[in-house]
């Protein structure tokens, strides 16, 4: 299966139209470059996490991009609940299930958010591995230290399990629904180099499930325009 460059093109063209509202659960270190990030996109970035505001604002965004960043108890209500409340209404999120394995908490949030029915979930290749259960703690804290080739197994059993599109990014992106498969190879090294990419790209992705009705594509146009950014 493949993307062509024109469908891209009109996604782009319809978040710069329709300026989506991307509601972020995100982490501390991550929160001005997700913003700018969604903001250069023509998208339109909410840092909306406390949980007496979660009910009222859900009405209100179009996606919803969750990050496990830098995990805290005060938070993880207001994750779950923004969660199930899109679910319920149908809207698109994402799960960027960051450092899943390194510590028993983070794994035990990411796995309850999974099974909230995340429309895609956005990960490093140890990250997939983990929470798919193929490699426990596998990564460097939240690093990966296995190449985005060695998790399409797994990513693949985790969409079938989960019903979510899985996006394993690397050098190469592969996003599967379990049982196809694109390859996104646009990018750049020094992205590695550059904190809260791999949470902006979450975020780019959510933006692109508010106007793209196909999750598998909408997450492999948002890697791929991500890419090009970065190039």
Request: charged share 15%; net charge negative.
């Amino acid at each position: 299966m493949g993307v062509d460059a024109a469908r891209s093109w009109y996604c782009l063209q319809a978040i710069r139209r329709e300026t989506p509202l991307v509601q972020n659960i995100t982490n501390l270190v991550s929160m001005d470059v997700v913003a700018n990030g969604l903001l250069a996109l023509g998208a339109s970035p909410a840092m909306v996490h406390a949980i007496e505001e979660i009910d009222d604002f859900a009405g209100h965004a179009d996606a919803l991009a969750v990050n496990i960043g830098t995990l805290s108890s005060a938070w993880t209500p207001s994750m779950s609940r923004a969660a199930v409340l899109m679910a319920e209404t149908g809207k698109p999120w994402v799960l960027d299930p960051v450092g899943v394995g390194a510590t028993t908490y983070r794994t035990t949030i990411a796995r309850d958010l999974l099974a909230i029915g995340p429309t895609v979930i956005r990960a490093n290749a140890s990250e997939v591995l983990a929470l798919a259960g193929a490699v426990p703690g596998s990564g460097k804290g939240v690093d990966s230290t296995h190449g985005s080739d060695q998790a399409i197994n797994a990513a693949c059993e985790l969409a079938r399990k989960s019903g979510a599109v899985v996006a394993v990014t690397g050098a190469i992106d592969h996003i599967t629904d379990g049982e196809r498969t694109l390859s996104v190879e646009n990018g750049h090294p020094l992205m590695t180099r550059v904190t809260a990419l791999g949470c902006t790209s979450s975020a780019v992705v959510a933006a692109f499930l508010a106007v793209e009705p196909e999750p598998l594509v909408a997450a492999a146009l948002g890697l791929a325009v991500f890419g090009l950014a970065a190039e």
